[in-house]
């Protein structure tokens, strides 16, 4: 039984709340503080395909938001492991609102369809654009779930 108070699609996977592992709480959400200023700053450029910037609106705000996160695009489908679980504001605003915007590599795309996949439902997409060792790193982090989102790239206006 969900512990959500909404009622949600089925199409929008696992909503189980999923916590982040005990190494990201202690080693990583302390290294997060520091390096996101830095990290926003590139993230979704061209040529650095460390971070993605992916824009969504607040669920009770509207406020629009800027969050840095690892996604990968492989046609048209966009993953996101999700370090700090499922319960983070952003991935909630993005279930809410049924999507969101991501820069990768300096490319925009309109995302929609949030699916929300444990590591064996994602892992064919995690091999199409993960290397082995950034896989290998999520499962030592104890990255438990993903958010894969159908995508379709946004041309600029002339």
Same mark, same amino acid.
Request: glycine share 8%.
């Given at each position: 039984m969900s512990?959500?108070?909404?009622?949600?699609? /089925?199409?929008?996977?696992?909503?189980e709340p999923v916590a982040p592992s005990l190494v @990201?709480? @202690?080693v990583m959400r302390p290294m997060t503080k520091a390096l996101n200023p830095l990290v926003s700053r590139m993230a979704g450029r061209r040529h650095f395909s460390m971070a993605a910037?992916?824009?969504?609106?607040?669920r009770r705000s509207g406020r629009s938001y800027v969050t840095s996160?690892?996604?990968? @695009?492989?046609?048209?489908? /966009?993953?996101i492991p999700l370090t700090f679980g499922?319960?983070?504001d952003?991935?909630?605003?993005?279930? /809410? /609102?049924g999507g969101c915007t991501l820069r990768v590599n300096g490319q925009d795309y309109r995302a929609t369809q949030p699916q929300f996949l444990d590591r064996d439902a994602a892992a064919p997409v995690l091999a199409a654009v993960f290397s082995p060792m950034q896989r290998a790193g999520f499962r030592l982090l104890g990255i438990r779930q993903y958010l894969r989102l159908h995508v379709a790239a946004v041309t600029p206006a002339p």
């Amino acid at each position: 039984m969900s512990t959500n108070s909404h009622p949600v699609p /089925a199409s929008l996977g696992t909503l189980e709340p999923v916590a982040p592992s005990l190494v @990201v709480r @202690v080693v990583m959400r302390p290294m997060t503080k520091a390096l996101n200023p830095l990290v926003s700053r590139m993230a979704g450029r061209r040529h650095f395909s460390m971070a993605a910037q992916l824009g969504h609106v607040g669920r009770r705000s509207g406020r629009s938001y800027v969050t840095s996160v690892g996604a990968r @695009v492989s046609g048209d489908v /966009a993953v996101i492991p999700l370090t700090f679980g499922n319960q983070s504001d952003w991935s909630k605003n993005v279930r /809410a /609102a049924g999507g969101c915007t991501l820069r990768v590599n300096g490319q925009d795309y309109r995302a929609t369809q949030p699916q929300f996949l444990d590591r064996d439902a994602a892992a064919p997409v995690l091999a199409a654009v993960f290397s082995p060792m950034q896989r290998a790193g999520f499962r030592l982090l104890g990255i438990r779930q993903y958010l894969r989102l159908h995508v379709a790239a946004v041309t600029p206006a002339p």
